[in-house]
């Protein structure tokens, strides 16, 4: 099997996770417990085997390659096999090189194996003890007894059990410092930065993705900004270097990316895909159309941030993506080939408040077919979009979909100009906390420049990317408990702590992320050294009565 570079890193983490959370299992099923593969000193035995075997998690992606039949079971147990002997192969290496735990290591290992049985008796004897034990050390020791009594019904004991969470937790530990300390001399530079930044910034970059990416990154779900953003505005000529992609893209005067938000009126119900006159189920709603007479009736003389301001109160707006913070400077964004990213009708009064009546929908991709059974593409659908000017000129569209009415704005933040005219986020090269300038500015990752102008307005867009997701819901629930209700307000001030994103620390991020690259191909040439010159031994016709499934 042709080694992952990332396989080595990780599996030994994936073997303590599967030991651990099968351990009883097996020491429980296969008291002959041959060696099935020797690698240099190290002796692998069949349970070690079989709990990798039947290991049915996500951990395991040759079970899913397996369950979706990529693999056939034959393939399957080879490439189990494979691992062990590589986790051998480290395990090996850990002696040779004389890899220790000093003394703070060995008391995180402590630690960690009276967490990992912890957790082990949370999941499986909790809701075995009596009910009315609530005190957290007397559930502890009850949970206790029961897996005791387990074990020992088994014919094992407690201490049995416990030595092998441990041996098991710290060969993982001594695996995770034999890579540490066989990466420790490998650096970053800038210039491996910009090689990190020119293989990874255009990789796949499609509007759908780029979307999906930005969302997560400004609402803090995910810590990687998207690098680049597509243009599908501006004419792309074909790259000679990439003879195997067609790349060139006539110019798109509607490719453009923006943002908008807007105020949701929600349905007492959804209307459903049967009801064509949405007005008309609207009018039905004499709340809701209270509501919004006396929003069109405020709208000419609103201005910008007023009706913002709605958009995002709870008590105006029933869109609870609007109160997130993140939402309410970056909006949602949108771009012609987005439009079916949100509740039909949406998409198409935003792009008409962006474009004007000019612009049309696109021909669907699907098609109909005619009473001459000719296929022809089928027509764009088209809804009715109502105009409002604010005060201060913004304009307002109001569309009806299933969810209710929307009044949209543009938004006013410009979210987008992190990123260049080529399309890419402007990054700026760092020399420990001082920028990298010449000439021309500051350098930028992609080889390009930006003003400090710019990088101080990236850096105020930025203070925007938040992780809170307060909604006014939050506040209601009720909590007869003070103490309980201090706790929680304890615990909610901490998780609402802003995350800080800066230029630096995406610049940091990219530099890490480079770095884990450059040390997984470092210590894979290493392993691949060892496994090379290690003598290996496997005993595969011990295996072929075990390899079942289940």
């Known amino acids: 099997m042709k080694l992952n570079k990332t396989i080595v890193r990780i599996l030994a983490v994936v073997m303590t996770v599967a030991m651990c959370a099968s351990l009883f299992g097996c020491m429980s099923s296969y008291r002959n417990n041959p060696v099935v593969a020797k690698v240099g000193d190290v002796k692998l035995d069949l349970n070690q ?88 050390a007397e559930k502890y020791n009850a949970e206790l007894e029961l897996l005791k009594k387990d074990l020992t019904d088994n014919g094992n004991s407690f201490e049995n059990y416990r030595k092998n969470v441990e041996d098991s937790i710290r060969n993982t530990m001594l695996i995770s410092k034999l890579h540490d300390v066989n990466v420790a001399d490998v650096t970053v530079s800038n210039d491996d930065v910009k090689t990190y930044f020119k293989d990874n910034a255009k990789t796949d970059v499609t509007p759908t993705n780029f979307n999906t990416a930005f969302s997560n990154f400004v609402t803090a779900q995910s810590e990687t ?92 707006c029933d869109d609870p993506g609007m109160l997130r913070p993140a939402n309410q400077y970056f909006g949602y964004m949108m771009q012609e080939s987005l439009i079916d990213s949100y509740f039909k009708g949406f998409g198409y009064a935003a792009m008409k408040l962006k474009f004007g009546e000019e612009w049309e929908p696109k021909a669907d991709t699907e098609t109909k077919t005619d009473e001459s059974s000719e296929s022809t593409p089928a027509e764009p659908e088209k809804y009715d979009v109502q105009y409002f000017t604010l005060s201060d000129g913004a304009k307002v569209a109001k569309v009806f979909t299933t969810s209710g009415v929307h009044y949209i704005i543009i938004n006013p933040n410009d979210c987008f100009s992190m990123y260049d005219d080529d399309g890419y986020l402007m990054v700026p090269l760092y020399d420990g906390d001082q920028l990298v300038t010449d000439a021309e500015g500051i350098v930028t990752a992609n080889g390009g420049h930006m003003t400090q102008e710019q990088l101080d307005a990236v850096n105020e867009i930025l203070t925007n990317v938040s992780d809170k997701a307060k909604v006014e819901e939050d506040n209601t629930e009720e909590n007869t408990d003070d103490t309980a209700a201090d706790d929680k307000k304890d615990d909610d ?26 040390q997984s191909e470092a210590f894979t040439a290493k392993f691949n050294e060892w496994k090379e010159n290690t003598k290996i031994v496997t005993h595969k016709n011990l295996l072929k009565s075990f390899q079942q499934l289940g």
């Not at 060139?248 to 105020?263: C, I, K, L, R, W």
């Open 49 to 136: 085997y079989l709990t990798l075997y039947n290991n049915t998690d996500s951990n395991n992606m040759y079970y899913t390659y397996l369950q979706y039949g990529i693999i056939d079971r034959a393939q399957y147990a080879q490439y189990i096999l494979d691992d062990l002997v590589n986790y051998g192969v480290q395990l090996n290496q850990v002696g040779v090189q004389n890899i220790t735990l000093d003394e703070a290591e060995e008391e995180e290992l402590k630690s960690k194996v009276d967490d990992q049985i912890k957790s082990y008796l949370d999941t499986n004897y909790a809701s075995k003890i009596d009910s009315a034990i609530t005190d957290a």
């Open 225 to 316: 900004a998207p690098l680049y953003m597509p243009h599908p505005e501006r004419a792309v000529e074909d790259d000679p270097e990439t003879t195997d992609v067609v790349e060139t893209m006539p110019a798109n005067p509607y490719g453009e990316f923006f943002s908008v938000q807007h105020d949701l009126m929600k349905f007492k119900t959804e209307a459903g895909d049967g009801v064509t006159d949405l007005a008309a189920y609207a009018a039905d709603d004499a709340d809701l159309v209270k509501r919004m007479e006396d929003l069109e009736a405020e709208l000419p003389n609103m201005t910008t941030q007023q009706f913002l301001e709605k958009c995002h109160n709870s008590e105006t």
């Open 493 to 518: 001030e901490e998780a609402e702590e802003p995350k800080i994103v800066t230029l630096k620390s995406i610049y940091d991020a990219c530099r890490e992320a480079k770095l884990t690259a450059m």
